[in-house]
């Protein structure tokens, strides 16, 4: 046993020596390094007083040189006093240099910026063995350096003391450098030779130098807190959009906030280090305050990064590509208008190379397809469809558009006759390509929307209203309280999910955050046969053997009471005028049933594309709805070199630019711009008009209006207010947001109301549509959405 434990005791010992070892080898490293960085740290500052020291010298090596190589007419008048002062001051630089040089700094530096040991173990002997302790500088000495403050630039040249004054004395050498510099400010005669400056160069410089050694304190002095008025002021700015609901409009929220920040204007200032004075902020009272907060945010560090609902997780394209995700109600071969346009923004978007496109479309099962798609076609694959869409496009545009096409679960509700998404749509978009979003239908897109946020996902998220939804509901029964609850909800969806709307006529409702612009173009192909009809009129061809015709879907609100109600009363003007209608729908016999009973002079035919041979030949195109938001194919007519006779009507006012376009006031009017397109030949169109009816333009103007432009252009998104000396001030997340808070407390409550299934059932939601079914999985490869959202996910 003795044998067997004595070579165990051996190994003890040796593991306790080899601890003990690697314990005293750590202390000592470590301790190796705390001296280190002390060293590092005196040396730093030596640096900083051997810089300073090269200033003073080349401000004298500048002076001499240039008081030497004065023209000869002036040398005879200068002074020798400039040349006595240069001499006096230039012994003061050996003395700048001794202090400076002197081991004392080391010393302070070392006991008031020394780190503290990490390792646990009093190193102040190691400490005390390197530096000696050493007593504060006299007076004519540098300033000591005391253990329970530093001692700021401010107080190192004594700024607002008296010369020796205070606990830290000024040092002596940069006294008589002061006192030096004000006698030969007032002595000076520099400004009589070099015409009539007040002061010489190089004492301008000098003075310009020094200024460097207070520019820290100077950064953040002047920059006074926030008062009541500002903050009220800030407060009604930011309430602009709650205020508009209740009937206080933006003017006079301005004129509040122009008035508040009047009364302390000579407070919005901002400090201008190149000039040391204070320069006054732009006449914009909403600008001057946006200045103001950002400047007093600044000053104090202050970072906000979001609010109670912003999500931070947000997407930053890394590839220096920017991503655009546009998503949309309704798909080809449904020929309607948000099926195709939202198709022709994907192409010229991405044929400008400059973001990487996806296009998110709607998947129906094959049972609604058959609905829905016109000439009983279907698909049985997502695939398949892709590939009809593109060769559809590629058909029209004449190339080869590189973008994605991407599916989401969709449902027909027969009773609104359009698409409703079912489950969370943005979840279909993946968090790398969570960039930038267009949202065509906002409204429609959110009204059950229940999934993450648009505007905590992307970075930017617009939207395009296409559809003038108060106009169709009121035809409804009970359609006025119908209209009011829509009309609040769209302020909700839009205000809670997007930053930006477009909407492309004053036909649609006021929605928040909303601008109006056209963003849509034509077909290609109409603009061809525009070109065609043109060429064939220069030959003396006649362009036009047909009359008048109506194309549009067979539902009463797409104009067919109003043309019925214009016909009928007019019979006897407009007799013999006959006019041809393209189109199928809902109410195709109803529609029908009412033109035999009033014996009226239409000839129903199928409906057809626009662009089909067959109605090359007709002249005029008469468009008596006032439901549309922008008639797509009044557009199309006036590419063709047609005329169109359309009503006096918000959702025809960009049409009103072209001559072929004839609107009417009244039903006599109706007669007479009839009478007067049969009557006559259309104008051709100029390359102005030809453009500003392509995708081209509508493109162009998207991105301006849309502020894409701004955003594909920046790698920050972030708004410059105000730039001084290269410092620039910022106005983006960093700031609070009061309008956002409560667009994200309106978000938050739609996502709880519509995540009961009775709320849903209630307001007109499809059963089921609160997450896709078991068929949308299968047709689209997706997990089961118990898998994609457990129940114990929120």
């Known amino acids: 046993m003795e044998a067997t434990s004595s070579p165990s005791r051996t190994n003890s010992n040796n593991t306790a020596f080899s601890l003990f070892s690697r314990g005293w080898k750590e202390v000592r490293d ?68 001794r202090v400076y040089s002197a081991p004392e700094i080391s010393k302070k530096v070392l006991e008031k910026w020394g780190p503290r040991a990490k390792s646990g173990i009093d190193l102040s002997a190691i400490r005390n063995a390197t530096v000696a302790e050493g007593e504060d500088e006299e007076r004519g000495g540098l300033v000591g350096f005391d253990r329970r403050r530093k001692v700021g630039f401010r107080e190192f040249w004594g700024e607002g003391k008296e010369e020796g004054g205070g606990q830290f004395g000024e040092w002596e050498p940069i006294l008589a450098l002061k006192r030096r510099l004000k006698e030969f400010e007032k002595k000076s005669e520099f400004g009589e030779i070099f015409g009539g400056f007040k002061n010489s160069e190089f004492v301008e410089k000098l003075k310009s130098s020094l200024k460097t050694f207070r520019k820290e304190s100077q950064d953040s002095k002047e920059v006074q807190p926030l008062d009541v008025t500002e903050l009220l002021a800030y407060l009604v700015r930011q309430s602009e959009p709650f205020l508009d609901q209740i009937g206080v409009r933006k003017d006079v ?49 202050h970072c906000y990064d979001g609010g109670f609902w912003t999500d931070l997780s947000k997407h930053h394209p890394s590839d220096g590509k920017r991503h655009v995700a546009i998503v949309t109600t309704a798909s080809l071969p449904w020929m309607t208008g948000t099926a195709v346009n939202p198709l022709f923004r994907a192409a010229y978007l991405a044929k400008s190379e400059r973001q990487n496109v996806t296009l998110l479309v709607p998947w129906l099962c094959k049972s609604e397809q058959e609905l829905v798609y016109p000439n009983n076609l279907t698909f049985t694959s997502p695939e398949e469809q892709e590939n009809y869409i593109r060769n559809w496009l590629e058909e029209r545009v004449g190339f080869k558009a590189d973008f994605k096409i991407s599916f989401y679960p969709g449902k027909f509700s027969k009773e609104r006759r359009s698409i409703i998404p079912a489950g969370d749509t943005s979840q279909f978009v993946p968090s790398k390509d969570a960039d930038i979003a267009i949202l065509e239908e906002p409204e429609h897109l959110n009204w059950y929307h229940h999934g993450k946020r648009w505007t905590d996902k992307f970075n930017h998220v617009v939207g395009v209203v296409h559809t003038n939804y108060l106009e169709y509901i009121k035809r409804e029964k009970n359609g006025a309280l119908q209209a009011f609850l829509v009309k609040h909800i769209n302020n909700l969806v839009t205000r809670a999910y997007c930053h930006k709307v477009l909407r492309l006529s ?34 003396g061809q006649q362009a036009f053997s047909k009359g008048a015709y109506f194309l549009g879907k067979m539902v009463w609100a797409k104009g067919y009471k109003e043309l019925i109600d214009l016909l009928a009363k007019h019979k006897n003007e407009l007799d013999g005028f006959k006019l041809d209608v393209f189109g199928n729908g809902e109410d195709a016999n109803e529609v029908q049933n009412t033109v035999k009973r009033l014996d009226l002079n239409l000839n129903f035919l199928k409906g057809r594309d626009h662009a089909d041979d067959s109605l090359h030949g007709y002249k005029v ?12 194919a009044t557009a199309e007519a006036l590419a063709m070199g047609k ?38 030949e259309p104008q051709p169109l100029t390359p102005d008009q030809r453009y500003n009816l392509s995708w081209e333009a ?79 999985c299968k047709d689209l490869h997706l997990l089961p959405p118990q898998v994609e959202n457990p129940i114990y996910g929120w």
Not at 55 to 64: G, Y
């Open 621 to 632: 195109f008469i468009n008596p709805s006032i439901s549309d938001v922008l008639c797509t």
């Open 30 to 97: 470590s301790a190796d390094a705390d001296l280190q960085l002390m060293r590092a740290r005196a040396n730093s500052f030596k640096n900083l007083a051997n810089s300073f020291d090269r200033e003073i010298e080349n401000f004298f090596n500048t002076t001499s040189i240039a008081s030497f190589s004065v023209p000869t007419p002036l040398k005879s008048s200068t002074s020798p006093k400039e040349i006595d002062f240069v001499k006096k001051l230039q012994p003061k630089i050996s003395e700048i240099r």
């Open 506 to 539: 004053a036909a649609t409702q006021d929605l928040p955050k909303s601008v109006i612009c056209n963003v849509h173009g034509v077909n290609p192909k109409f603009l061809k046969i525009g070109e065609k009809v043109a060429a064939e009129r220069e030959l």
């Open 643 to 680: 005329f169109v006779v359309c009503a006096d009507h918000p959702s025809n006012e960009y049409f009103r630019s072209f001559p072929n376009c004839l609107t009417y006031k009244t039903s006599e009017d109706f007669v007479a711009r009839v009478k007067e397109a049969l009557a006559n």
């Open 253 to 301: 929220c301005d004129k509040i906030v122009g008035g508040l920040c009047r009364k302390h204007k000579n407070q919005f200032l901002l400090p201008s280090l190149s000039s040391g004075k204070s320069t006054l902020l732009d006449e914009n009272a909403n600008d001057e305050l946006d200045l103001r907060i950002a400047s007093v945010l600044q000053s104090t560090g």
């Open 698 to 776: 509508a493109t162009q103007r998207f991105m301006q209006y849309s502020e894409l432009d701004k955003i594909l252009d920046s790698e920050n998104d972030v708004v410059n207010l105000s730039k001084s000396n290269g410092k620039s001030i910022s106005k983006a997340v960093s700031m609070p947001n009061l309008s956002e808070m409560v667009d994200g407390g309106l978000a938050f409550a739609h996502y709880c109301l519509t995540g009961n299934e009775f709320l849903r059932l209630c307001t007109g939601a499809i059963p089921g549509t609160r997450d896709y079914d078991k068929q949308h």
